[in-house]
């Protein structure tokens, strides 16, 4: 469940559905394609770039790679992908911010607005919880990346990271969205390649939760995520 304190739990189980679900491939197509419509060139193109690398961290062809490529730049006809962004409330009022890609938005609302109903959630107006997040890019540094914790996280303040936190065995890194690629150059510089790094929305309050509300909020958040057009869904749980 993206926006959750826990680092393991989270990513992990969330990259090992995305792969039983087979759907991984189409979404990362669709995330390259519309990086693409900026600059075929991933030099060039830093959205591009994070795309294409995902993709083959996901063991994507790389004929799949070039074509989605070829279709954000227009050299390759297809459907059009937009990109969209839909707000609601999961059970006990948690904030749901809901990420993702579609090439029908009225299918993709009313398939969306029928698993929040569904699982005790209500499907809200623009802006009514995007206010709550802030979006910052997420690093992520593994214990063997990370021997010399106290040391890194101050080198990684000085380099333009906003928050350091020791978790999981290793470093979870936030930055504001205009240092997130100066930071990972800046890693990259230090030879320490991340686990993961990527945008992400992450809540400015966080919402403490029970259990029961806790287990309803993260099963709506797996149904939502098994959606071929859904990328990623954050909330405000503590």
């Not at 989270?10 to 039983?20: F, G, P, S, V, Y």
């Not at 099963?219 to 057009?229: P, Q, R, Y």
Request: glycine share 8%; with cysteine.
């Amino acid at each position: 469940m993206s926006g959750h304190s826990k680092w393991a739990t989270t990513h992990r189980a969330k990259e090992l559905a995305d792969a039983k679900r087979g759907n991984i491939f189409t979404k990362l197509s669709r995330n390259i394609s519309i990086a693409a419509r900026k600059g075929g060139d991933p030099e060039m193109n830093f959205a591009l770039f994070t795309a294409i690398e995902k993709a083959k961290a996901a063991n994507m062809p790389k004929d799949n790679i070039e074509k989605a490529i070829k279709r954000g730049t227009g050299e390759l006809e297809g459907a059009t992908i937009e990109e969209v962004v839909y707000e609601g409330y999961g059970p006990g009022g948690i904030a749901l911010l809901i990420i993702g890609t579609t090439d029908n938005k009225n299918r993709t609302t009313s398939e969306v607005k029928m698993h929040l109903t569904k699982h005790g959630g209500t499907f809200g107006a623009q802006n009514s919880v995007q206010w709550m997040f802030a979006q910052k890019g997420v690093i992520r540094l593994d214990a063997a990346d990370a021997k010399d914790k106290d040391a890194l996280m101050m080198e990684l303040i000085d380099a333009g990271a906003q928050d350091v936190v020791d978790e999981e065995g290793g470093l979870t890194v936030y930055t504001a969205f205009a240092e997130f690629e100066k930071v990972k150059e800046w890693l990259d510089g230090k030879g320490i390649k991340p686990s993961y790094a990527e945008m992400e929305w992450i809540a400015k309050d966080k919402v403490p939760a029970d259990d029961e509300t806790r287990s309803k909020v993260e099963s709506l958040i797996e149904v939502l995520e098994a959606h071929d057009d859904v990328n990623a869904v954050f909330c405000n749980i503590a």
